[in-house]
């Protein structure tokens, strides 16, 4: 009778099951990913509704995003509207680490810890449904304690009044730099000034929490308890992408009606 426990016999039926396993993995792998990029642009644009305040409105969110959103393309070195690049197929993040795309940020420069900056943004025109201009909701990223943030801030046509805030993808610790998607904290967002009378930006997290009688509460926003690097993290990020290198030369084209 032959010996079924060779080492030659083992070693086949472990190389075979691995094959037959990498296949079933593979094989399922590329099945579902069209599910799982269709979860991500849901959960994406779900976002953008969230900064932006819609994501109460009756419909699905393809439905409102579809009547309210507007997703246009922004030149950060002009501030202008471009149709250089289609926002239907634009990756923003793939063109920030194309050197052709981007430009390299010096150590003074780059507070947010992202080593370059696209030179296109694509920016989210929230329209009422009457077609007037609601807000504009703005990509933000910065690194925070663990990771890099990435959320949305929305703005009112002013240009200079925040409209909502959220972050959709960090690594920031549960219960202390991961109260960044506390709906209580991003409430208080809302209604904040961005610029001061002398043009520079003017809002921050601060250490501890705002005084509404404080002098300067219009543009300061409470920190986060116990996550004191994560309050630095999203200050940086408001400094730089509401800035010169960011979307400040687009918000004051859309304060003037240039946009």
């Known amino acids: 009778m032959a010996n079924n426990d060779t080492i030659k016999k083992t070693l086949t ?22 599910m799982q990029e269709a979860n991500r642009e849901l959960d994406f644009r779900t976002n953008i509704l969230a900064a932006a305040g819609l994501q109460d ?9 579809e009547k309210r959103v507007e997703a246009r393309v922004v030149d950060l070195n002009t ?19 194309d050197p052709s795309q981007s430009m390299d940020l010096s150590q003074e420069q780059d507070i947010v810890g992202i080593g370059r900056r696209e030179q296109y943004a694509e920016v989210y025109m929230i329209r009422t449904p009457e077609g007037e201009l609601e807000s504009v909701v703005l990509p933000v990223r910065g690194y925070g304690l663990w990771s890099t943030l990435y ?7 002013d240009g200079n009044t925040v409209a909502g ?14 109260e960044v998607d506390n709906p209580k904290w991003k409430a208080i967002w809302e209604g904040k000034e961005i610029y001061g009378e002398d043009g520079n930006v003017q809002l921050s997290v601060v250490k ?24 630095r993290g999203v200050d940086a990020l408001v400094e730089f992408w509401l800035g010169e290198l960011g979307f400040k030369p687009f918000l004051k084209n859309l304060r003037e009606g240039e946009a």
Request: include cysteine.
């Open 151 to 157: 959320g949305f801030m929305a703005v009112k046509p």
């Open 208 to 231: 501890g929490s705002v005084e509404s009688s404080a002098p300067n509460s219009e543009y300061k926003v409470d920190g986060l308890s116990g996550a004191t690097l994560t309050s």
């Open 13 to 34: 039926v472990t190389l075979l099951l691995c094959i037959v396993c990498s296949v079933v993995v593979s094989t399922a792998a590329v099945m579902l990913r069209p």
């Open 57 to 65: 409105v009756e419909g699905s969110v393809s439905e409102v995003f």
């Open 79 to 97: 501030g202008d509207f471009t149709d250089a690049k289609n926002p239907e197929d634009y990756d923003q993040w793939a063109a920030a680490k």
């Open 165 to 178: 805030l959220t972050f959709y993808d960090h690594k920031e610790t549960p219960g202390l730099g991961g």
